[in-house]
């Protein structure tokens, strides 16, 4: 998952995508993703505008919530 940059709304308006592929190259260096919208639209875009998604992998404070 990842969050599609747009210099017009704030980072918590960004719309989100699935990326689906990266585009390689002649160089051997990945610049372009496609991807896919919830709407289930394929859309290319450049590595700098498409952050990844941070997901929480469960930390101290979540073992502590479980345990009360």
Do not use: C, Y
């Amino acid at each position: 998952m990842a969050l599609l940059q747009e210099d017009v709304r704030s980072r918590h308006m960004w719309k989100r995508a699935l990326i689906q592929q990266p585009i390689e190259r002649q160089d051997g260096m990945i610049r372009t993703f496609v991807l896919r919208t919830p709407e289930g639209n394929k859309i290319t875009r450049l590595i700098q505008l498409v952050n990844p998604l941070e997901f929480d992998q469960g930390g101290e404070d979540v073992e502590e919530r479980l345990s009360s």
